[in-house]
């Protein structure tokens, strides 16, 4: 199915020819809560670093031809581990960049944060995932949570 108009500007306005800010780097500059397209880059960074984790502990499980290691590849783990982090997408894309850090878009992106953040602290799943018995690195929460910082900081400093 081909992306609608609407979509294709989101993708125009938001996504396309951005700097990917450096995430293992924390004295890289912090990108300032007026920059959208910043922010959502940085936590499709995040994300896509994660999940780069959860792919190779898949793979390895469907390697093994075990029938467990099988059916827990075989579900929808991102499911389990990621929650919604549609609610930071969407509060990102509502962010007023004419506003200040006070603005009710910052408000509602620092709620979400935080909402996100208690997810990842306390989700069971993503402990499992990250000391699994089969040697993978798997890294969810250190990608993720860096990411909600830096959107913390920007939202802060701004």
Not at 15 to 27: E, G, N, Q, T
Not at 68 to 90: C, V
Request: charged share 25%; proline share 6%; hydrophobic share 45%.
């Amino acid at each position: 199915m081909p992306l609608s108009e609407t979509q294709r500007a989101f993708v125009r306005a938001y996504i396309v020819d951005l700097p990917s800010p450096d995430l293992s780097d924390p004295a890289s500059e912090t990108p300032k809560a007026k920059n959208i397209k910043s922010f959502l880059r940085l936590w499709r960074d995040a994300k896509q670093s994660a999940d780069s984790g959860l792919y190779a502990l898949l793979s390895e499980m469907r390697k093994r031809n075990h029938p467990d290691f099988a059916a827990i590849a075989q579900t929808n783990l991102s499911a389990a581990i990621y929650g919604d982090p549609q609610k930071i997408l969407t509060a990102l894309t509502r962010l007023d960049p004419a506003a200040d850090a006070d603005g009710a878009g910052a408000g509602t992106l620092r709620a979400e944060v935080d909402a996100y953040r208690q997810f990842l602290r306390t989700n069971a799943a993503i402990s499992v995932l990250e000391q699994n018995p089969l040697g993978v690195s798997v890294s969810i929460r250190a990608p993720l949570t860096a990411a909600l910082d830096r959107m913390e900081d920007a939202l802060l400093l701004s």
